[in-house]
């Protein structure tokens, strides 16, 4: 809780944090209980912080020869990391509302079913949703007026998502992977740890460190 201020002696781990900084508030699914992120996300963004801080006073020292105190604590670090859903609420008072894997303003832009597991699709701009429609074989969407820019797909999200679902559901994972592969639109499988560390691009880095 920092150095100073009424929580200053007070105990606290990351989750705690994540709870009381808003982190918790806006995780989980719409229609579901608060959860925590599956790491321990606040001690490691105050680290990076902490991180930044050091670099910058010993920059500091060798051009001024005076040292710097630093004051990394967890629960500023998660405010500062709350990025949009904070300046939203700043600049016009919205407050924010847990959505699952979706984004509050572009659409779509979450993780879909499929046959047999789950794939996360990011259409963040209008050409994008033109290249996810024609990989998909559904054309018929860009000449819905309910779907013809971002603004108004976001108005119509249930109905495009609604649909959607329906559509990757009729296909195994690895169908979608393969068809949305080099197409120039973001997409991930949602793998599991081993499959992680078994990704060729963390292979390549590895094998180069070696």
């Known amino acids: 809780y920092g150095q100073t201020g009424p929580y200053s002696n007070r105990a606290g ?51 001024t020869n005076f040292g710097q105190w630093i004051d990394c604590s967890l629960i500023e670090s998660q ?22 894997t979706s984004h509050p303003s572009i659409v779509p832009y979450q993780v879909f079913p499929t046959k047999d597991s789950f794939i996360m699709i990011g259409a963040g701009n209008d050409r994008q949703f033109k290249i996810l429609c024609q990989t998909i074989n559904q054309e018929n969407l860009l000449q819905d007026s309910r779907f013809k820019t971002n603004a108004s797909r976001v108005q119509h999200r249930k109905e495009l998502i609604s649909l959607l679902k329906s559509k990757f559901q009729e296909e195994d994972t690895d169908h979608w992977l393969e068809k949305f592969f080099d197409k120039g639109i973001p997409f991930a499988p949602i793998n599991n740890i081993q499959k992680t560390f078994e990704h060729p691009q963390n292979i390549l880095k590895l094998e180069k460190l070696n």
Request: glycine share 10%; hydrophobic share 45%; proline share 1%.
């Open 13 to 63: 781990y990351d989750v705690m944090i994540e709870a009381e900084a808003g982190l918790m508030y806006i995780t989980g699914e719409e229609d579901g209980n608060p959860v925590k992120v599956g790491v321990a996300i606040t001690d490691l963004t105050t680290g990076l912080y902490a991180h930044g801080a050091i670099m910058a006073a010993l920059l500091s020292r060798t051009k």
């Open 79 to 100: 405010i500062a990391s709350l990025a949009n859903i904070a300046s939203n609420y700043l600049i016009s008072n919205g407050e924010a509302v847990r959505m699952g």
